[in-house]
């Protein structure tokens, strides 16, 4: 019976801990960054109203300049304080500092807070997302930050299932009016388009169409490896897209949970020798390697160039815009082609967390979950209603003021404006806000359309790497160590690849040994486990 009753007893302990009802608490110390544009904390409207509603009292001690010279000052001294700061906000903290500050016991583990009853609006949302809870969980298992992050995704567009606007960061398009005037259709294949770009170089379609100088027609002109605007959408017929030469972005994960690098496969050998072939005919722009987006643009609006990737039509081809139209993901020699997905709007746990000083962390977080109701991260992020947000739209979607508006108001610009209102701290912008309570940039919302509607029916495997699974500080000095020289040598043999042709079998061979001398193996190993610890903590 006595065992029974201890039992009984160390429950009710355990449940003071956590329990919302507690009132032991109620002002606060928050040491947060703020922006040098910001009008201030103390004062702002919507901070004041969510502190009213939780029942709490917040004193800011807020810092632009020099912030993180006066976090290292203050949290090393915390404990010895007489005015201690019960949270840390908008300081930026990495997963590193999370785990060190962790282990040390400076932060909490909020993981008994984030509840139906402490916090349950951040509950929800974790429970719809086990990928942001998987973000969060260091590899400890416990949770030191609040996540904070900007999803844009397809649910923002109202569409079923949520992908990030950067999945595919290169469209490809080309010159309709071109091919209208040479009697050829769309491309659906590389070697299709391979012989679109031999007509279009041959019979000058710069001169031809736009008058421009003999010789001024450029068939294919991208960056490479770049962002929005590289060569990288073409390899999808050979099996990927590697998109930018960065170790984690050109990782693929398959579907059954296994990681990989395209670096070193057969089919990646096979589209460097392949893509020669073009670069060589004049096919491809001989600046690929060397210019810049400015360049590339100059090109593309002067009429000069009959295939580009770019994030949209409008903005790089210019008054030819109306001219071009996107090519599909084109099928390779084997009659086949798969896109990798990117992954987008990483989430982050640095943005507020409670320390061991603070006396009632459930009254503090109470606070903090008021932060993941949609219409107060609007207003977090932009400005109050009837500041920033004046109407809604027959959606029921609230609209942005203008900057006529905010001009004859307030003086003011409506970006100025944004930045007098925002606070900075643990925001997360889901893509369902746009849909819900807010309405996205018309641009945006006509890229996720595109996305979904038309480039996503090429796309035959959504698995993608996440850009934001959680690394120990052992995995990411190893990382550190061998990252450099292994994407260096990636990147500069597949450029002499390209311009020079190759590799025969014993450049290939080396290649790989390369690699191997460079860290591949113990990188794949590392990212592997992260991987399945992230799917873990799903």
Known sequence: MKKVVSLFLAALMLMSIVSFASAEQTEFNVLSGISALSGGYDSNEVLLAMQEQAGVKITWDTWSDSLSEVVGTRISGNAASKNPIDAFQAC?????????????????????YITPEVMPHLAAILEAHPEIKAAITMSDGKIYGLPAGEQMGTAGIGREKDYSIFSVPQFAMINKVWLDDLGLAVPTTLDE??????????????????????????????????????????????????????????????QDGVVNFVSDDDNYRAAVTYFHDWYADGLMDLEMFSQDTNQLIAKCTGGRVGVATWWEINEIMGPHAADYVYLPILNGPDGTSNVTLRTGGAIN???????????????????YDLWYIGENVMQLQYGPIGVFFTEKNEKGQWQSITDEEARARFNKSSGELKSQSEVAGPKLILSQYYNDVWEMEARAQERLADTYDYWFTFVKDFSF????????????????????????????QEALWIKNGGPTDAEWEAYKATLERCGMSTLLDIYQTVYDRYVAAK
Not at 205 to 227: L, Q, R, V
Not at 351 to 367: G, M
């Open 465 to 492: 790497y996440p850009q934001d699974c959680v690394f120990t500080e052992a995995e990411l000095d190893d990382i550190d160590f061998y990252r450099a020289d292994f994407e260096s040598a990636v990147k500069e």
């Open 92 to 112: 930026g903290f990495s997963n590193f500092d999370l785990m060190r500050y962790g282990a040390a016991g400076t932060f909490i583990d909020l993981t008994p």
């Open 193 to 254: 388009l391979h012989d679109v770009l031999v007509a279009f170089k041959e019979n000058d379609m710069s001169a031809k169409i736009y008058g421009n100088d003999a010789g001024s027609t450029i068939p294919m002109s991208t960056g490479f490896d770049e962002w929005c605007w590289g060569q990288n959408v073409f390899y999808a017929g050979f099996g990927f897209t590697n998109w930018i030469n960065d170790v984690c972005m050109d990782l693929t994960v398959n």
């Open 349 to 367: 746990a640095g943005q507020l967390s409670i320390t061991a000083q603070c006396k009632d962390p459930a009254k503090l977080l109470s606070f």
